[in-house]
């Protein structure tokens, strides 16, 4: 991309909050008391999608269970958890990123705002899992925040920390693809354009 981005797309949970531990806990929580058994392997499918397309759409121990149910247990256990923090330089890059700013996210609203405080209203749109029919790693998600900035795709830069968020903004046509490692290894998210560390390294690449 030689010209300036049209527009920052952001994931926010593991991207904008660290809150990849606080999820793995509220999951590891239910599990447990569901006596059903749970690794690390097994909670990484959930991370970066909507629970409830996991549990509707992929085998595990749930299959079979009413799916609003579940959904509904999870999120009576978020409320058991202190909330997360703000990455570092959350704060600043939204601050300072001097374009059209999208949230893209499989979480909803309250959330959002729960977790950014006034720091959402920074952003020009926000997409939840409400907005969409098909969640990440479908490219629903990154094609509605684009209509809606009304930009092409090509020009954006979105931030991701899961393969399914990378997968759905490389599907959605996003011309650079930035992953933020941690939550997942570098060589995991190898599909995306580029690899960064921190939100530190994000405004040069504006």
Known sequence: ??????????DLDGTLVDSEGFHRQVFRNWFG???????????????????????ANT??????????VMLAELLAGMALLPRPELAVGAAELLAGAGIP???VTSANTEWARTCLGDLLDHFDVVVTRDDVTNG???PE??????????????????????????????AAGVGRVVAISGTFTAA???EAHLVVATLGEIPPLL
Do not use: N, Q
Not at 1 to 10: R, S
């Open 136 to 138: 990440k790693p479908h």
């Open 33 to 55: 008391s569901r006596g059903w058994p749970v690794d690390e392997e097994l909670l990484a499918g959930f991370t970066g999608r909507r629970a409830d397309d996991v549990l």
């Open 101 to 103: 700013l999208g949230l």
């Open 141 to 170: 998600p990154y094609r509605l925040a684009c209509d809606r900035l009304e930009v092409a795709a090509a020009g954006c830069i979105a931030v991701e920390d899961a393969p399914a968020g990378v997968a759905s903004a490389l």
């Open 188 to 190: 995991e998210l190898a």
């Open 1 to 10: 991309m030689a010209e300036p981005a049209a527009a920052l797309l952001l």
């Open 59 to 68: 085998p595990g121990p749930w299959s079979g269970e009413d799916v609003g």
